[in-house]
């Protein structure tokens, strides 16, 4: 699964997910663009994937993936910094604390949309001219079991998720024809900074390890290994899929 002499821009790769995405990435042989509203976390990222010593290098880039300008602007300096656009990785996201839907603030219901599925689009209508220059290029977006299987008073960030996958389907089809492969993963329940955010009332933090079947939640790492098949040409013939890494949660 070698991602040898691949670019790859990864939005949120700051932390969590994202960032063991741009590590193994690296490790892979793909340039990466670390992106985060976090300069600093940015920052780290890169400075752990030089700490690896991997034969992919880094650079990081600050934008906010719901404003246009910022994420025109990192797709272009992928561009600049490593020649081409190979991946991208639309992975940025923020949770929503559980709450009944009748107490869901209008500004947090738009917040998470365009934090969550406006980036996506933002981000295909942007690198898309780019990855039709690509052998293969790969847009990879980061939606959630959320999407499959519901928990209690999350009805913004399922249905942003819910959009992500109906959206990753719908570019599939679209960018068939250019060789452009467009997939989403779906995580569960997942050991990062944004995990204990959703929990509240009778979501608790028991509640996410209790239903998922194989007794853990995700870690990172699994969430990255299954981002670096689908944007590996061993994936070559997968697109428009939704691959869940769930431990059997969605079963
Ligand atoms: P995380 O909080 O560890 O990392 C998210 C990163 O996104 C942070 O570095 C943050 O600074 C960055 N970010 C937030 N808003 C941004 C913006 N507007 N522009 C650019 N960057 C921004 O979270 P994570 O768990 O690694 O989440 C990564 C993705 O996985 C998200 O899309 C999330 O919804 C999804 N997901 C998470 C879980 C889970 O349980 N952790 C489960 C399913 C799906």
Redesign the pocket.
């Known amino acids: 699964m070698s991602l040898q002499e691949k670019v790859a821009a990864i939005?949120?790769s700051?932390?969590?997910?994202?960032r063991q995405t741009a590590r193994l990435f690296a490790e892979r042989g793909a340039d990466v663009l670390v992106?985060?509203?976090?300069e600093a976390?940015a920052a780290e990222t890169v400075e752990l994937i030089e700490a690896d010593g991997t034969p992919g290098s880094a650079a990081a880039a600050t934008?906010?993936?719901?404003d246009p300008g910022d994420v025109e602007a990192f797709v272009e300096r992928a561009v600049a910094e490593f020649g081409s656009l190979d991946v991208l990785h639309n992975?940025?996201?923020?949770?929503q604390e559980s709450t009944p839907v009748t107490d869901v603030e209008i500004e947090t219901w738009d917040r998470i949309q365009s934090?969550?599925l406006k980036s996506a689009f933002l981000g295909a209508k942007y690198a898309v001219p780019h990855l039709r220059e690509s052998d293969g290029g790969v847009i990879l977006n980061?939606a959630?079991?959320?999407a499959i299987r519901p928990r209690d008073g999350l009805s913004a960030y399922v249905a942003s998720?819910g959009g992500m996958v109906a959206l990753t389907k719908g570019l599939a089809y679209e960018l068939a024809g250019d060789g452009i492969r467009v997939n989403a993963i779906c995580?569960?329940?997942?050991d990062?900074?944004?995990?204990p955010e959703f929990a509240a009332g009778d979501l608790t933090m028991d509640t996410f390890e209790e239903s998922i079947p194989l007794g853990r939640l995700a870690t990172?790492d699994d969430i990255a290994k299954a981002a670096a098949f689908l944007a590996s040409d061993d994936a070559a013939m997968i697109t428009g899929s939704a691959l869940e890494v769930d431990g059997g949660r969605d079963i």
């Open positions: 939005t949120g700051g932390s969590g997910m994202g992106v985060d509203i976090d976390a934008a906010d993936v719901s992975n940025a996201g923020i949770a934090i969550n980061t959630s079991t959320a998720k995580p569960v329940a997942t990062t900074d944004m995990l990172p």
